[in-house]
């Protein structure tokens, strides 16, 4: 069965530096993975995917995420982190190899504390 | 522009009611999916449907329901069985066929039992 941890529930940073939010994934074929944000009361906005093309994958307002199969990881990043990034981020794979049913499972997110 | 709507962005419920919430989509995806959100617990799906008149349990199905009568139209009702149904409910289409294509969410509906 697939599954997703992301590694830190909560993460702070302060305005204009690094943002790395960690995702580790468990599957048996090589997967589909997505982040997607969640600003409050909000739905869920695509930041990247990866599908087996290029392992580096670059995404919406700057992010970016890179796919290591040898350490099942697909941790998301951004080099300078703006207030407006504040938002709860979520690793997600998709079911199925074939992508049949297109069902998603979720991390159990991260919530982006981004400090003056 | 196409897209999908969730209605009401805030609902209420007293204890043993059923309520229907609404999804309606305009982008003439094949799929579509109702999930919950908990804090702390990401989102669980509910049930889903990859064409009209058929759908599928997901994992936490008991004491919900579910019609796909129309392609737009997936509505998801809450009924007094669900012991716990205060959360956050997202609805989310798709093309149909394989791979992760183009999964569009709605704004989403807080439910809340009183």
């Known amino acids: 069965a697939q599954s997703v941890t992301q590694l830190d529930s909560h993460v702070s940073v302060s305005e204009g530096t690094p943002v790395l939010l960690r995702c580790n994934y468990s599957?048996?074929?090589?997967?589909?993975l997505f982040w997607y944000v969640q600003h409050p009361n909000k739905g869920l906005q695509l930041l990247l995917k990866y599908t087996s093309a290029a392992t580096l994958v670059k995404g919406i307002n700057g992010f970016e995420a890179e796919f290591k199969k040898s350490e099942t990881s697909f941790h998301l990043t951004k080099p300078s982190a703006h207030m407006s990034d504040a938002a709860e981020y979520f690793c997600?794979?998709?079911?199925?190899?074939?992508?049949?049913?297109?069902?998603?499972?979720f991390g159990q997110g991260t919530t982006l504390q981004v400090k003056p | 522009d196409g897209g999908i709507t969730q209605s009401p962005k805030y609902l209420f419920r007293k204890e043993g009611q059923n309520v229907t919430l609404s999804c309606e989509q305009n982008l003439n995806h094949d799929a579509m999916y109702w999930y919950r959100q908990d804090p702390g617990q990401g989102l669980r799906l509910i049930y889903y449907s990859q064409i009209v008149n058929d759908f599928q349990k997901g994992d936490i199905a008991e004491g919900y329901s579910v019609s796909r009568e129309k392609k737009e139209s997936f509505p998801l009702t809450v009924t007094s069985a669900q012991k716990n149904p205060t959360a956050f409910y997202l609805c989310a289409s798709r093309p149909g066929g394989s791979g992760g294509k183009g999964y569009t969410f709605g704004s989403g509906t807080r439910l809340t039992v009183v």
């Open positions: 599957s048996s074929y090589s997967p589909s």
């Open positions: 997600v794979v998709s079911d199925s190899p074939s992508g049949n049913t297109g069902k998603l499972i």
